[in-house]
């Protein structure tokens, strides 16, 4: 079982920085994905970051050029720059296996302008 908790969220005003972390817990299978999702108040949660275990980054193209996804060791960031109202939600820390799917419980991102 894998269990996941994040930190880092706060309010910080436009085209300021944040960086968010995930603590994993458990043991991480040889062949998985982490990544981060975010979901504002109406919206679907949507992918934003991903990462693998061979370290492959992938991100949504809204945040292209300002955040990064990182993985140290069971730790997983996500350095969050140049910060725009419409990233305001709240941010979850995913892992997905061949047989588990974990979830954080979020922490929220509130950017104002």
């Known amino acids: 079982q894998v269990q996941l908790v994040e930190s880092g969220g706060g309010l910080v005003q436009a085209g300021g920085s944040l960086r968010l972390s995930c603590a994993a817990s458990g043991s991480l299978d040889s062949a998985h994905t982490m990544a981060w999702y975010r979901q504002a108040p109406g919206n679907q949660r949507e992918p934003v970051a991903t990462?693998?275990?061979?370290?492959g980054t992938n991100y949504v193209d809204s945040v292209k050029g300002r955040f990064t996804i990182s993985k140290d060791k069971k730790i997983l960031y996500l350095q969050m720059n140049s910060l725009k109202p419409e990233d305001t939600a709240v941010y979850y820390c995913?892992?997905?296996?061949?047989?588990?799917?974990?979830w954080g419980q979020g922490t929220q991102v509130t950017v104002s302008s």
């Open positions: 995913n892992y997905l296996d061949s047989t588990i799917v974990a």
């Open positions: 990462i693998t275990s061979g370290e």
